[in-house]
């Protein structure tokens, strides 16, 4: 086992869970953060049931004070951090003239500033350790708005640019930053429960994205990708 911590923040049945399970079949131990504890249980008992190690710490992370405790937790019991892979989202849809502020606000909070407090937290471990991983989580929305979906453009928009800018800053000192968009439903229990019928060719599998992410991991220095995007070949783009 690496003696290097990965965290997983936005953990839950779907590409949380994937992630977590990947980066600990890559020896790591992993930090599960959610805002419920119950949402990364099963996932760490999965990655204890292998041999793996795991700890489960609730948080919000638009709180930065909660976000700082949450990974100061996770390295004084399982080790240096080498990774973050940022899966939290943001969130909120309606017409655009009956939006609280309120909502675009949070739904940027979850999707932007959770990823700029946890960044923050564990790239000066990444500096010392001289390389790091950092994975951000993106949607289409990242690249064009979507009429009735503003606070979640604005969100997935920021995170994309908050991705460049840490790329241009950390690449050259031995952080990986990867941003990557998936174009497209995750195939998750949530989405079977709504429409079990739906064509397995017309959703993404969780475990195919982590595979994605690993393997921009894996990669050799010289030859960093920054953006990827992942779609199912029925979708339009």
């Given at each position: 086992?690496?003696?290097?911590?990965?965290?997983?923040?936005?953990?839950?049945?779907?590409?949380?869970?994937?992630?977590?399970?990947?980066?600990?079949?890559?020896?790591?131990?992993?930090?599960?953060?959610?805002?419920?504890?119950?949402?990364?249980?099963?996932?760490?008992?999965?990655?204890?049931?292998?041999?793996?190690?795991?700890?489960?710490?609730?948080?919000?992370?638009?709180?930065?004070?909660?976000?700082?405790?949450?990974?100061?937790?996770?390295?004084?019991?399982?080790?240096?951090?080498?990774?973050?892979?940022?899966?939290?989202?943001?969130?909120?849809?309606?017409?655009?003239?009956?939006?609280d502020p309120e909502v675009i606000r949070q739904s940027f909070e979850v999707g932007t500033m959770?990823?700029?407090?946890?960044?923050?937290?564990?790239?000066?471990?990444?500096?010392?350790?001289?390389?790091?991983?950092?994975?951000?989580?993106?949607?289409?929305?990242?690249?064009?708005?979507?009429?009735?979906?503003?606070?979640?453009?604005?969100?997935?928009?920021?995170?994309?640019?908050?991705?460049?800018?840490?790329?241009?800053?950390?690449?050259?000192?031995?952080?990986?930053?990867?941003?990557?968009?998936?174009?497209?439903?995750?195939?998750?229990?949530?989405?079977?429960?709504?429409?079990?019928?739906?064509?397995?060719?017309?959703?993404?599998?969780?475990?195919?994205?982590?595979?994605?992410?690993?393997?921009?991991?894996?990669?050799?220095?010289?030859?960093?990708?920054?953006?990827?995007?992942?779609?199912?070949?029925?979708?339009?783009?």
């Open positions: 086992m690496h003696m290097e911590t990965a965290i997983v923040a936005g953990v839950g049945p779907g590409l949380g869970a994937s992630l977590a399970r990947a980066f600990s079949r890559e020896g790591y131990s992993v930090g599960l953060l959610s805002r419920r504890s119950e949402s990364s249980e099963s996932v760490a008992a999965q990655i204890r049931a292998n041999k793996g190690k795991a700890l489960v710490v609730p948080v919000d992370v638009t709180n930065r004070k909660a976000a700082f405790q949450a990974v100061d937790k996770i390295r004084s019991e399982l080790g240096t951090i080498a990774i973050l892979a940022y899966n939290a989202s943001g969130f909120g849809r309606g017409n655009f003239l009956d939006l959770g990823a700029v407090h946890l960044a923050q937290a564990v790239i000066p471990d990444m500096l010392k350790a001289g390389h790091g991983f950092i994975s951000l989580t993106g949607a289409t929305a990242s690249l064009r708005g979507r009429a009735g979906f503003a606070p979640l453009a604005i969100a997935k928009s920021s995170l994309r640019i908050l991705g460049q800018s840490l790329a241009r800053e950390f690449h050259p000192k031995g952080i990986h930053i990867v941003h990557v968009i998936v174009d497209g439903q995750i195939d998750t229990p949530r989405l079977r429960a709504r429409d079990p019928n739906r064509a397995t060719e017309t959703v993404i599998p969780p475990d195919a994205i982590a595979d994605a992410i690993i393997h921009a991991f894996k990669q050799p220095r010289n030859a960093w990708t920054h953006e990827i995007d992942i779609r199912p070949y029925v979708e339009n783009f």
